[in-house]
């Protein structure tokens, strides 16, 4: 069975840096064409996707939020990490990781969907 | 980046009824997008991807099709526990959701 689990803080204060951990089970960070994403929904609102990393290790960023984010992983831990800076009150949202699938069959084309998902951990941003 | 957009943002159907959304791209994505359901407090869950396959486990009531820029989703026969946002997405871009309720 397929589970990945967030951790971290859940009250950051604002400036400070947030560390999420994504823990997984069930599959293993080396298989080909297989990742792991990290999407935020602040309260009330719609999806945002955060960045991924993949099992070659290529990494991808938000474009609005590139300067602030980092993701990594430790293979044998079974574990993703995202490190947010610099913190804001707007930044106040349940943080999810989700097992992510991507490649190509056409040219230019790119697969990709996030089949199995953390139940999220909720961040708040307050003084 | 491509953008997508989603409609309705919201509707109310009776149960039995026949519930299409539908999602448009702003520029060919091929068949490459994908319906989630969010339930209120729950994480996201994926229904179809690549358009028109069926997650494992899913209701065959729900169902997806189109290609290039427009995209529909369907539930043939709304049900109590459909309630939730529905959500369409394309590489790293989330629609902006539709939120399904019953009459």
């Known amino acids: 069975q397929v589970t990945l689990k967030e951790s971290g803080p859940v009250l950051v204060k604002p400036t400070e840096t947030l560390t999420l951990t994504c823990t997984v089970s069930?599959?293993?960070?080396?298989?080909?064409?297989?990742?792991v994403s990290w999407i935020r929904q602040p309260p009330g609102k719609a999806l945002e996707w955060l960045a991924h990393?993949?099992?070659?290790?290529?990494?991808s960023y938000s474009t609005s939020l590139k300067s602030r984010l980092t993701i990594s992983k430790d293979t044998s831990k079974s574990q993703v990490v995202l490190t947010m800076t610099n913190m804001d009150p707007v930044d106040t949202a349940t943080y999810y990781c989700?097992?992510?699938?991507?490649?190509?069959?056409?040219?230019?084309?790119?697969?990709?969907?996030?089949?199995?998902w953390g139940k999220g951990t909720t961040v708040t941003v307050s003084s | 980046d491509i953008q997508m957009t989603q409609s309705p943002s919201s509707l109310s159907a009776s149960v039995g009824d026949r519930v299409t959304i539908t999602c448009q791209a702003s520029?060919?994505?091929?068949?490459?997008l994908n319906w989630y359901q969010q339930k209120p407090g729950k994480a996201p869950k994926l229904l179809i991807y690549?358009?028109?396959n069926l997650e494992t486990g899913v209701p065959s009531r729900f169902s997806g099709s189109g290609s290039g820029t427009d995209f529909t989703f369907t539930i043939s026969s709304l049900q109590p526990e459909d309630i939730a946002t529905y959500y369409c997405?394309?590489?790293?871009?989330f629609g902006p959701g539709t939120k399904v309720d019953i009459k």
């Open positions: 989700a097992r992510t699938h991507s490649g190509s069959y056409i040219p230019n084309y790119y697969y990709y969907y996030m089949d199995v």
């Open positions: 069930g599959f293993s960070l080396s298989n080909a064409r297989m990742g």
């Open positions: 990393i993949f099992s070659n290790d290529e990494k």
């Open positions: 520029q060919d994505i091929s068949n490459y």
């Open positions: 690549d358009a028109s």
């Open positions: 997405q394309q590489w790293l871009t």
